[in-house]
């Protein structure tokens, strides 16, 4: 029987600790609701998101109370919308009105986010892509729960550059379309390297075409769980850190899975993957930053930063890796700017630089995350940033994101204010030599050589 | 049979066992297992019990354990035991 220190042990991560499953997510194939009448479209793709995940809502709660374990969000991913929009959206106000419908759909199912507005081009675009892409400011100025993700490269085929600088002027627009607002149509746009298909966290996840036809994927979190049990380690060897983090990671993802099997079983849908992230809030006490410091860094930012995540990050996942059945999505530590209170004070400190934040994209999940940088900032400057952080991406094998937020009207030294998870953020300089004979080089970078490591 | 643990956390008074225990005979659940200290003034009892006869919602009785705590001062929660077993057992 479970003895009482190990009850006071769960509980006191929970209330203390800030454990938190993340979300839980049901990923919905579109596929089947293609039609060549845009508006037969429509019907079918709200016909089918509010019939399957009507109760996603209600389950979500119900398991937060039967274990007291609070779930911060339900949400919905579908099918990369420019497949499913092709055969009937022959314009970008086409796919504006499909937007509308899957935010009224989620609206009507009372899920946080619905993401899938995407596009797959990491070869090449489609007209209906191009057209996908070019009413991503109209889409996402016009809803509100909907997220954005287009995926422009990837180790097996190298990255669209024509889609890179396409999105440089797409990021652009969408800053002023939202500018009244924060610009905060840019926090619900991720461009990728190697998107994994089963991403359960926003704004990128999308239910890929490998899917089955309707899954359950969950993230769980808990940095702040992994910062109490390092502070009882302080001073401690390597190994004593990293058996530390593993063993935590292990507990929270069992959590994780606890909570994805429920899930699957109440709402009769295949579990899908738990996604061991360790994703801040900007709540104190939430924070992969101060697990950085606690590891024994002033600030992120300092020498030593790279080396410090590549060890939470890979202790994480061989922690995480044997609690879950199945784990993918992006799986390891999230290191947004805005949304992490560690983060921003490194930054207001002078600590961590876009530079800096570069480097430590290569050691852990996800990429250049919630950055907020000057209004001024040119289309050519984005696409440059987008096309390093894919580059990251295409020869390591991993996946990397870009989501920047160009804050219109503001510059360095300025604060931007989003609320709620994603929280506020220190305008950043961003390096202002020019690159833009570089990106407007028509093609795309070639796929990487899988041999001659070095 | 179908367990759960509930956790009795707060500043101490009369009868508090007495009462939870009533709620949970006249509700058909059994207990399994009580440890109980006093820390500081602060009552706190962990209890480990079996729902299988209980015909009531787990919900249901989540919320009226809460409301007893309350009329107590104390908190009162209820969970389903498999999230401990899940955390702590391989």
Redesign the interface.
């Known amino acids: ?2 003895n ?1 220190a ?6 006191n991560m929970i209330q203390d600790a800030k454990l938190d499953v993340r979300t839980i997510t049901m990923g919905i194939s579109l596929l089947d609701c293609i039609d060549s009448d845009l508006d037969r479209c429509c019907e079918r793709i709200y016909e089918k998101i509010t019939r399957l995940a009507g109760n996603l809502v209600a389950t979500g709660e ?1 398991i937060e ?5 609070p779930i911060v969000n339900k949400r919905i991913s579908v099918t990369p919308i420019a497949l499913v929009g092709g055969a009937c959206c022959k314009t970008p106000g086409d796919f504006v009105k499909i937007a509308k419908t899957l935010d009224r759909a989620a609206h009507t199912v009372g899920v946080n986010f619905l993401g899938g507005y995407s596009a797959l081009v990491s070869k090449g675009m489609t007209q209906a892509d191009k057209n996908l892409i070019l009413s991503i400011p109209e889409a996402l100025s016009t809803t509100s729960l909907l997220c954005s993700s287009i995926n422009v490269g990837s180790t097996k085929t190298g990255i669209d550059m024509d889609a890179v600088e396409m999105l440089g002027h797409i990021i652009k627009e969408t800053a002023e379309a939202t500018k009244e607002d924060s610009c905060l149509g840019c926090a619900k746009l991720v461009i990728f390297c190697n998107a994994p298909d089963d991403n359960p966290f926003m704004a990128g996840a999308f239910h890929g075409v490998t899917e089955a036809d309707a899954i359950i994927n969950v993230g769980v979190s808990g940095p702040g769980v992994v910062k109490k049990a390092l502070e009882q380690v302080r001073g401690e060897s390597f190994e004593v850190l990293c058996e530390t983090i593993k063993k935590t990671a292990f ?1 929270i993802t ?2 994780g ?2 909570v994805a099997k429920e899930a699957s079983k109440m709402l009769d849908i295949p579990f899908g993957i738990v996604d061991l992230s360790l994703a801040p809030t900007p709540a104190i006490g939430d924070s992969v930053a101060d697990i950085l410091k606690e590891i024994g860094l002033e600030h992120p930012g300092a020498p030593g930063t790279t080396a410090a995540l590549a060890l939470l990050n890979d202790q994480v996942k061989k922690g995480g890796v044997m609690a879950s059945s199945y784990v993918g999505g992006l799986s390891g530590a999230f290191i947004p700017v805005s949304e992490d209170q560690g983060m921003i004070d490194a930054v207001n400190a002078g600590a961590l630089t876009l530079e800096k934040l570069e480097a430590m994209t290569c050691v852990c999940s996800v990429g250049l995350d919630m950055i907020a940088v000057p209004g001024d900032t040119k289309a050519s400057t984005l696409s440059g940033i987008i096309a390093d952080e894919m580059a990251i991406g295409m020869i390591n094998a991993k996946t990397t994101a870009v989501r920047l937020i160009p804050v219109i009207g503001k510059g360095v030294g300025d604060t931007v204010e989003f609320g709620g998870l994603l929280g506020y953020a220190p305008i950043m300089p961003v390096n202002s030599f020019d690159c833009s004979a570089f990106v407007s080089r028509a093609g795309r970078i070639p796929a990487p050589i899988h041999s001659f490591k070095n | 049979m179908k367990r759960a ?1 509930i ?1 009795v956390v707060g500043k101490d008074c009369v009868g508090i066992i007495a009462k939870t225990c009533t709620y949970l005979a006249d509700n058909n659940i059994n207990i ?2 009580i ?1 109980q200290t006093i820390l500081q003034e602060f009552f706190n009892m ?1 209890m ?1 019990v079996d729902l299988k006869s209980c015909e009531k919602d ?2 249901v009785i ?1 919320e009226e354990l809460e409301k007893l705590g309350e009329t107590m001062g104390l908190v009162i ?1 209820i ?11 391989i």
Request: aromatic letters at 8%; glycine letters at 0%; proline letters at 0%.
């Open positions: 029987m479970i009482r190990e009850i006071i042990e769960t509980n119900k109370k039967e274990f007291q374990i507990k069992r959590v899975q606890l | 643990v956790t399994l297992d440890s962990v480990i787990f919900l989540a929660r969970q389903r035991e498999d999230i401990f077993d899940m955390m702590h057992r």
